[in-house]
């Protein structure tokens, strides 16, 4: 059984970081492309970034490019999200997510691509 712990969400001022960090626990992790996305009151959850089982490809929504870096530490069996320059529009809850891939290179940009989600971390970025 997959299980996908959050970690490192906050209150930050505009401006400001924050690193996410998401532990696979279960399986073997390496075997799973993984993604990160957000959803703020009222709205629908939506992409942020993805990364593939090998870390060698990322994606990342126009929104965010140039900001947030996706990455991924197969010994330690946990994805990362560095979000820099945050905005207020980027408050929301941040969820992880995994799904078997494979193909080392293969990513995914939907929520129905995935089998299996965090809990979430609040993230709100102050004016």
């Known amino acids: 059984q997959v299980q996908l712990i959050e970690s490192g969400g906050g209150l930050v001022q505009a401006g400001g970081s924050l690193r996410l960090s998401c532990a696979l626990a279960g399986q073997t992790f390496s075997r799973y492309a993984m993604g990160w996305f957000r959803q703020a009151p009222g709205k629908e959850r939506e992409f942020v970034a993805a990364i593939s089982r090998g870390g060698s490809t990322t994606a990342y929504a126009d929104s965010v490019k140039g900001r947030f870096t996706i990455s991924r530490d197969n010994a330690k069996s946990t994805v990362y999200l560095q979000m820099n320059s945050l905005k207020p529009e980027d408050t929301a809850v941040y969820y992880c997510?995994?799904?078997?891939?494979?193909?080392?290179?293969?990513?995914?940009?939907?929520?129905?691509?995935?089998?299996?989600w965090g809990q979430g971390t609040q993230v709100t970025v102050s004016s």
């Open positions: 997510a995994a799904r078997i891939a494979t193909y080392y290179i293969d990513i995914y940009r939907q929520k129905y691509h995935y089998d299996y």
